[in-house]
């Protein structure tokens, strides 16, 4: 089925670690974004990127880098992991000049850090 | 900057009751706007949107919203909820070609 798809689903790190979420969409969308859920703070752009070879922060970059590795794929790494990022990630991807097709997301990575 | 304020945090209804999920949001210039649904552990779907002309929106699982521009709004309401509407719901709002803003989510719970 068409859409985005994050791996993995669920992540443990020991505070320090580093690691990669992967991120794919095959809907031929221009536009892909990172953000992270967190209780009553609703979803905060972490990361974007407009089309293929350009990336910008968003709201909340601290921590994290990310790739726009071709067209499809969109990768966010942790270099050294924080308890404070313990949080809900997920991957988005639209047509951004297109309004009309709003945003398509992923089913999340679920990532704790003890 | 544009922002979304949606008024409630948590909301909790009983079957077959109407519901209305509260949204507002700041912008002096034409604005697009989004509800999204999370049900649990799963990623958002879009349910429905405004982009321009008339100011009532349908979206699926029988719910709409209308945009109001002069209170700055976009309440999402349903007239009778089921057990299955038990989820979280986000407003969100676009300018342009700039990126979603949301707002922190409602979590709406159905009682039987």
């Known amino acids: 089925n068409a859409g985005v798809t994050q791996t993995p689903k669920f992540q443990v790190l020991k505070t320090g670690q580093s690691m990669t979420l992967q991120c794919a969409q095959d809907?031929?969308?221009?536009?892909m974004y990172w953000y992270r859920q967190d209780p009553g703070m609703g979803l905060r752009l972490i990361y974007y990127?407009?089309?293929?070879?350009?990336?910008d922060k968003g709201e909340v970059p601290n921590g994290y880098n990310v790739s726009r590795l071709n067209k499809r794929e969109f990768s966010l790494r942790l270099e050294s992991a924080a308890p404070s990022q313990t949080s809900v990630y997920f991957c988005?991807?639209?047509?951004?000049?297109?309004?009309?097709?709003?945003?398509?997301f992923g089913s999340g990575t679920r990532l704790t850090v003890v | 900057a544009q922002s979304v304020t949606q008024l409630d945090s948590q909301v909790p209804v009983f079957e077959e009751a109407p519901v209305e999920l509260r949204c507002n949001y700041s912008?002096?210039?034409?604005?697009?706007l989004f509800w999204y649904v999370q049900y649990p552990n799963q990623g958002l779907q879009l349910l429905l949107k405004?982009?321009?002309?008339?100011?009532l929106v349908k979206g699926i699982n029988g719910f709409e919203a209308e945009f109001n521009k002069s209170q700055t709004s976009f309440h999402l309401r349903k007239p009778s909820v089921h057990i299955s509407d038990t989820a979280e719901y986000f407003c969100?709002?676009?300018?342009?070609?700039?990126?979603?803003?949301f707002g922190q989510g409602t979590r709406l719970t159905i009682n039987p």
């Open positions: 988005a991807s639209s047509e951004a000049s297109n309004p009309n097709y709003g945003y398509t």
């Open positions: 809907m031929n969308h221009n536009s």
């Open positions: 990127s407009a089309s293929e070879g350009t990336t």
């Open positions: 912008s002096s210039v034409s604005v697009y």
């Open positions: 405004y982009l321009s002309g008339s100011t």
């Open positions: 969100a709002v676009k300018k342009g070609a700039q990126k979603l803003v």
